[in-house]
């Protein structure tokens, strides 16, 4: 992985880990689809974030309220969908 983001840099490096983890999720070893999404969000990858995000409210992930006032989801912050996930959890009216 340091080879990955000394070539692509950090936004490289976080979609190819999003990546990895699928990889893992695929052969049935957990993985959190919160954390997918955030690696998709720093790395400005907004609709794969999204995605995953709709996932983690899925899975009622335990973390989600921390959607709210995380910088890393400052990119989707004016989505719909992101606004519509808020409502959903109950973290917006």
């Given at each position: ?58 899975e ?14 400052d ?17 917006e009216?």
């Amino acid at each position: 992985m340091r080879q990955t983001y000394q070539h692509v840099g950090l936004s490289g490096y976080l979609r190819k880990q999003s990546e990895l983890m699928q990889r893992y999720l695929a052969r049935g070893k957990y993985q959190s689809a919160q954390m997918i999404a955030n690696h998709y969000a720093a790395a400005g990858t907004n609709a794969e974030a999204l995605q995953w995000l709709e996932r983690a409210v899925e899975e009622r992930s335990a973390w989600l309220p921390e959607i709210k006032l995380d910088p890393t989801f400052d990119g989707i912050r004016s989505d719909q969908r992101f606004i519509a996930l808020l409502k959903k959890i109950g973290l917006e009216k």
